[in-house]
């Protein structure tokens, strides 16, 4: 055989071999967009899924009206025949089959409570053909409910699981309850923001209006509608969220009234880009900053001052600053005003920055530049898609 013989055999191995890599190759290319991965990571994405889906149900706790569809996903998470959850003596939540389950349910759910741990019943009371496992909810050391589940049989993989789920629910509940309390926590920043505008502003909004009723009636009487509406705004019950535009509205009926009283020592200018006006901001978190630009800024100096207020689009976000020429501060004082316990003085700084803390994170808090004899500027950024928040009609 030549040589030449020899090389085109070994070309044609050696081209097939290459051809049957490729074609695996593109086999497995093809499969990898269907292919969701070994069985047991098939099962983890679908434990996380049933989770996810039950988790919205155990937010507002085990005798929420919603609850009910969470046992549902909780029997398909655990794959056992029924489901029920057991809170205040009643069975909130039932999923699965057979029917006619409730009274068991209940009694199971009383042996875990006053044992505090999992307990196996190798069959169902009222069912003969079902066995059950129940495990306590504890939220801070307090058995608040229980998860039972019936199956035949309980094996020991399920008894695991059915802790796991119970304690999975006391952490849903926990959550909850720390959604709501940050939800009173926000309900009673905004009572002490409204309790900071009653005693100083109203008093001086009244000063001022009465000062008019006999040199220029018609002006009182704007000064009154300004002041109605301003009170409308800032005491109104509902809502956590407004808009830009509404808020200045309320600032316009503030400013006007400041002006009564300050005359031409107080000059305010706006520069609003267009597309910032919808943008949804906690509610009185601007205002309180023009408040403050007016009594700790301007009011101190005899001579008054100007307020800039404006905002500009920032692709995601959006820009809002308040910016006086009056007396400013020292910027180490500003730092302990802000970090200090309530004194009565920039309460309204203090809280506006808690309160984009809290809704945006440790980055999303003021920004503020001053400096004695130099004027204040505050400045937030509000980012412009917040699904979840969503302004109440005024």
Request: charged share 20%; proline share 5%.
């Amino acid at each position: 055989m030549t040589d030449a013989v020899v090389l085109a055999a070994v070309l044609g191995v050696a081209g097939g071999i290459v051809l049957t890599l490729l074609l695996v190759f593109a086999w497995r290319l093809a499969r990898g967009s269907t292919d969701l991965g070994s069985d047991a990571e098939q099962g983890a994405y679908a434990a996380l899924h049933q989770a996810s889906l039950a988790a919205p149900h155990l937010r507002g706790g085990l005798v929420a009206p919603d609850v009910a569809p969470a046992a549902r996903h909780l029997r398909v998470l655990l794959g056992s025949a029924a489901v029920a959850l057991v809170s205040e003596g009643r069975v909130v939540a039932l999923d699965g089959h057979p029917t006619g389950l409730e009274a068991a349910a209940l009694r199971i759910a009383e042996r875990v409570r006053e044992t505090g741990r999992r307990q196996v019943f190798p069959r169902s009371e009222g069912n003969d053909s079902l066995e059950a496992v129940g495990a306590p909810i504890t939220v801070d050391g307090i058995v608040i409910g229980a998860v039972v589940a019936f199956a035949v049989p309980v094996r020991a993989a399920l008894v695991r699981a059915a802790g796991e789920v119970a304690d999975w629910c006391a952490a849903q509940v926990e959550l909850g309850d720390l959604d709501a309390s940050r939800a009173a926590l926000a309900e009673a920043e905004l009572r002490s923001l409204r309790a900071q505008i009653s005693p100083h502003f109203i008093y001086n909004a009244l000063t001022a209006i009465a000062s008019f009723i006999h040199t220029d009636p018609t002006r009182a009487r704007e000064l009154v509608l300004e002041f109605a509406d301003f009170t409308r705004y800032s005491f109104r019950r509902q809502g956590e969220f407004t808009t830009v535009a509404e808020e200045l509205r309320s600032i316009h009926s503030y400013l006007e009234l400041e002006r009564a009283r300050f005359g031409d020592r107080l000059q305010v200018t706006l520069r609003m880009a267009p597309e910032t006006l919808a943008t949804v901001i906690p509610f009185l978190s601007v205002q309180p900053l023009v408040e403050n630009a007016v009594r700790h800024g301007l009011e101190p100096g005899e001579a008054g001052g100007t307020i800039r207020i404006a905002s500009r689009d920032e692709a995601t976000h959006t820009e809002i600053t308040v910016e006086d020429d009056g007396v400013g501060m020292d910027p180490g004082a500003l730092r302990t005003l802000l970090t200090a316990a309530d004194d009565g003085a920039h309460i309204g700084l203090r809280n506006v920055d808690t309160r984009l803390r809290q809704l945006y994170g440790a980055d999303g808090g003021l920004v503020v530049e001053t400096n004695t004899g130099a004027g204040t500027l505050v400045k937030m950024r509000i980012p412009k898609s917040q699904p979840l928040h969503q302004p109440d009609p005024v």
